[in-house]
């Protein structure tokens, strides 16, 4: 199943809606390095004591003894067993059974759509703790555009709401500051922090008052200035 | 000539094998960060044992 299952095309495409967890207890197959890394031969993407480690956490909770392998087992997301096989498998056969656990499971995510919207929530609350808001608004707003119809992904794109509506505060706030600042005839700060909160919030309702608060203040200098 | 057929062959015999790994499914590092992962993506865990022959 190493070379038959594991780098099959299909099979690779199909096991980005699972999680997968490969066990075993034998590390004679050798390490090859991987930049400074010394990974298991077999499986690059991992080592040899991480298969080991999976093998002692996960062998026992399936089969009691001694078991032939290979052996598979597909499960719900908390480990619970749903089915299992001793011997080998086709792949086609692996991504039957799956499918299976699929249904029994619900809409998931698949792996890209989760590395987007963990690196997206990174990078948005980390630029959000950093008070760079441009980034924060981008990250958050890119995760409502593109998750905002996946029901898997509802969890998510309501925490990258809460985020942006955090900015959106901050921002009105910023709004609010730049109106006395125009009332005290501090037209250059007044049109900076306006312009900031039009560029970060380009094409958002917020943006529209910041236009609006930015006409005043022009209109404020120009009498100013007569 | 020849020397360049040797670099040549030297280089099939030691580079092409790795070339030819294709990519692979993604494996868990540890049980923890499955069970996690499931959880957070709401995806079934597929499990596989094997032994070295």
Request: proline letters at 3%.
């Amino acid at each position: 199943m190493d070379s038959s299952v594991y780098a099959n095309k299909d099979f690779v495409a199909a096991s980005k809606r699972w999680v997968n967890v490969y066990c075993s207890k034998d590390s004679m197959h050798g390490t090859e390095k991987v930049g400074d890394q010394e990974m298991c031969k077999l499986h690059p993407g991992i080592k040899c004591e991480d298969h080991i480690a999976c093998n002692q956490s996960a062998g026992g909770l399936y089969f009691k003894g001694s078991f032939g392998a290979p052996a598979t087992v597909w499960c719900m997301p908390d480990g619970k067993e749903i089915g299992k096989h001793q011997g080998g498998m086709a792949s086609k056969q692996v991504i039957e059974k799956m499918a299976e656990a699929e249904k029994a499971c619900g809409p998931g995510l698949d792996q890209d759509a989760y590395d987007f919207l963990l690196g997206k929530t990174e990078a948005g609350d980390k630029a959000a703790n950093d008070g760079k808001q441009k980034e924060a608004v981008e990250a958050y707003t890119a995760i409502v555009k593109t998750m905002g119809k996946n029901p898997a992904a509802k969890s998510w794109v309501e925490k990258a709401q809460a985020g942006l509506d955090r900015q959106v505060e901050l921002a009105k706030g910023q709004i609010e500051e730049a109106v006395k600042l125009k009332d005290s005839g501090d037209f250059a700060k007044a049109k900076e922090m306006l312009k900031a909160v039009q560029v970060s919030f380009k094409g958002q309702p917020v943006a529209k008052e910041a236009d609006k608060a930015m006409a005043d203040v022009t209109a404020a200098e120009k009498a100013a200035k007569k | 000539m020849r020397t360049l057929s040797l670099i040549a062959a030297a280089f099939a015999l030691t580079a092409l094998p790795a070339l030819a790994k294709g990519p692979e499914c993604k494996w868990a590092r540890t049980w923890e960060d499955a069970l996690a992962e499931a959880k957070a993506r709401n995806v079934p865990i597929h499990v596989t044992f094997h032994k070295d022959n």
